[in-house]
């Protein structure tokens, strides 16, 4: 008995990770679909386009998956009235979102861009659904086979950056429509009204969510403004795997989550001393998989350069990826707010700087090492001056 319950909680995790990495791996494989049947440059530019979209989308969704969450758990009877309420109140949102359009992408695709955030802005509404009903495995299913038809798509047509726009949203129609049909029994309970609170209320999950992304991909918006397209490519492909990188820390700590919450800060601090220990290795073997992708996959090869700043970027976060927890659970999101804002001002400052005096991709990567290394300093100092 207590063998089956351990099973079904370790297929219970491994089936939750593959779900957060799925959309990173999704990203990954068009990129090397895209780099091996048309060039760099597409690739480039669509990744461009991508990374405004996600920030659209984050602004779009409001906080609306931790709010929601929080709410279901509070009032499990009113949960279909909880998200058509947020589902509504975020509508104003969608329409500047859209109108952003005209401003941020080039006008011939404006109907294709539409539906691609109108698609998003509904599939992630979903979200809360098979996150809170745990179905990860359909999730999963839907993901992969929305993604295969996008990859028979461009395999049959001849690809140029507007067709590859126009079939992404098409793709991200697809994965809407097979989540409303999968959800469809609570969605038939329809109804208009909205929460006029909810825009307030949920500012904090909001500035959490756009700050965590900005705090890791700053550096590659900025990349984007001064770098040729197929510049673009190689970056955005590095931090990728960077982020997956920084993703195994909590993976790590992932099946340990509600004892963490409930350990004292001195067992706590003993488990981070672990995650540390055991990172150097698991970050130099993420890099020399790197190594071999890039060049037997891609087909391109980066110099000592770039895996060393790989390193400098990605083991600061193993280093309080536990502290983080401990402050959630203290109720201080205030200070992982102000140290991810200040950190993406630093990496926004030094990438500008080295990117403007040449340094190219090596400048941007810099400016996220030194962001990533203020971060552990300031985790790793406030701990400090407080007694276990």
């Not at 929080?70 to 499990?76: A, G, I, L, Q, Y």
């Not at 129609?173 to 949920?202: G, Q, S």
Request: aromatic share 20%; with cysteine.
């Amino acid at each position: 008995m207590n063998l089956k319950k351990t099973f079904e909680r370790v297929k219970l995790v491994l089936v939750n990770i593959l779900k957060q990495v799925l959309s990173q791996i999704l990203t990954l494989a068009l990129s090397v679909f895209v780099f091996k049947l048309y060039s760099k440059e597409l690739w480039g530019t669509f990744a461009a386009y991508f990374i405004y979209i996600n920030i659209i989308n984050i602004v779009t969704s409001w906080g609306n998956k931790d709010y929601l969450i929080r709410e279901f758990s509070k009032t499990p009877n009113q949960i279909v009235d909880n998200f058509y309420l947020v589902f509504n109140s975020r509508l104003v949102l969608l329409l500047i979102g859209v109108i952003a359009v005209f401003f941020v992408f080039p006008i011939s695709c404006f109907w294709y861009f539409s539906l691609w955030i109108v698609s998003l802005y509904i599939s992630q509404s979903l979200m809360v659904f098979w996150i809170y009903k745990r179905d990860y495995i359909q999730s999963i299913l839907i993901e992969i086979v929305s993604f295969a038809l996008l990859l028979l798509a461009l395999y049959l047509d001849k690809i140029t950056t507007e067709k590859l726009v126009e079939y992404y949203a098409y793709y991200n129609l697809i994965r809407t429509i097979l989540y409303t049909i999968m959800y469809l029994p609570e969605l038939k309970r329809i109804h208009f009204k909205v929460d006029k609170k909810y825009l307030i209320a949920a500012v904090s999950f909001f500035l959490l969510n756009m700050v965590g992304f900005l705090q890791s991909r700053a550096d590659f918006v900025i990349i984007t403004v001064f770098e040729s397209a197929e510049n673009i490519a190689v970056y955005q492909i590095i931090t990728a795997f960077f982020i997956l990188i920084h993703a195994f820390g909590t993976f790590l700590i992932f099946p340990y989550m509600k004892n963490i919450y409930r350990l004292q800060k001195s067992s706590v601090n003993v488990f981070q001393r672990f995650v540390s220990f055991v990172s150097p290795l698991i970050v130099c073997f993420s890099l020399a998989v790197l190594f071999l992708i890039t060049k037997y996959v891609y087909g391109f090869d980066l110099d000592f350069d770039y895996y060393l700043l790989g390193f400098l970027i990605t083991f600061p976060p193993y280093l309080y990826t536990v502290k983080i927890l401990i402050l959630y659970k203290e109720n201080k999101q205030d200070f992982v707010l102000k140290t991810g804002i200040i950190a993406i001002v630093i990496n926004s400052a030094v990438s500008v700087l080295l990117l403007y005096f040449g340094y190219g991709l090596k400048g941007a990567l810099i400016g996220s090492a030194v962001a990533q290394f203020f971060t552990a300093y300031q985790y790793l100092t406030h701990f400090s001056k407080k007694p276990d």
